[in-house]
């Protein structure tokens, strides 16, 4: 399992970004995904999570109505679009995937089995 995160970058706020994370060495369908992030000094946070056959997602609140998450499992693709974004959103931002047997939002509370490098976001003016 190889995953790579990608399209991090400093952006002032209020704006958008879209970090993308490309999946590889397994079968994307069947897996839970998402994203968690961790700023210098604060405790790893699930972000938002998408489970493997219903799509269902999970958000936290800090990001409801602002980030949307999308996979492509064709292309073995997970998306999360940033709007609005706040200086309190910068942090590294990491891909995760789990075997999906329990649905996002468990996965993105307690964790994933297989995790990414992660891709800095910066919100700054």
């Known amino acids: 399992v190889q995953l790579q995160a990608s399209g991090g970058g400093l952006v002032q706020p209020g704006g958008s970004l879209r970090i993308s994370c490309a999946a590889s060495g397994f079968t994307l369908d069947y897996y839970a995904i998402g994203w968690f992030r961790q700023a210098p000094g604060k405790e790893r946070e699930g972000v938002s999570c998408?489970?493997?056959?219903?799509?269902?997602?999970y958000y936290a609140d800090s990001v409801k109505g602002r980030f949307t998450i999308s996979r492509d499992n064709a292309k073995k693709k997970v998306y999360l679009q940033m709007n609005s974004l706040k200086p309190e959103d910068t942090a590294v931002y990491y891909c995760?995937?789990?075997?999906?047997?329990?649905?996002?939002?468990?996965?993105?509370?307690?964790?994933?089995?297989?995790w990414g490098k992660g891709t800095q976001v910066t919100v700054s003016s």
């Open positions: 995760a995937t789990a075997l999906d047997r329990y649905g996002s939002s468990w996965y993105c509370r307690t964790g994933m089995d297989y």
């Open positions: 998408i489970g493997s056959s219903d799509g269902s997602t």
